[in-house]
């Protein structure tokens, strides 16, 4: 009935690591772009439409790919690049107000602007969280 997670027992004693050089610009970059994607997000949404703000924030899911790829050297799939192009192609089409001006929306921009914020912020977490991950559950769901 309860879904509160509860610390498992175990014999095995956690100890808190301490951030190194290493780790300190991720964690300034994850708390930057997580200050930073609201705001973008917020301003978009003073210029455009929620359903269109709804739709356009699948493109961080692009982003985030794209980012890992390029500088994260991570491997992506020839269904995830078909992914991509059809995700990027409904967001260019999303991203003009009129079709027969192709006149560019602003708060799309901002949408974008925020898309790319948390992308860069998801490739931070995972870099900081690869150092703390030791495939151990801590958590019992009952």
Aim: charged fraction near 15%; charge should be neutral.
């Amino acid at each position: 009935m309860s879904f509160l997670g509860t610390r498992k027992k175990s014999k095995q004693s956690y100890t808190e690591q301490h951030l190194t050089k290493k780790e300190f610009p991720y964690v300034v970059g994850m708390v930057f772009l997580d200050v930073a994607s609201p705001i973008f997000l917020m301003i978009s949404l003073t210029m455009t439409s929620a359903a269109n703000v709804s739709l356009l924030n699948n493109f961080e899911i692009v982003a985030t790919t794209v980012i890992a790829f390029l500088i994260f050297k991570e491997a992506i799939s020839k269904q995830l690049c078909i992914a991509i192009g059809l995700i990027t192609l409904s967001s260019i089409i999303l991203s003009f107000e009129d079709l027969s001006s192709f006149s560019f929306s602003l708060g799309s921009l901002f949408v974008l602007l925020a898309c790319i914020c948390w992308s860069f912020e998801n490739n931070c977490t995972r870099m900081f969280s690869l150092t703390y991950y030791d495939g151990r559950c801590i958590f019992d769901f009952f």
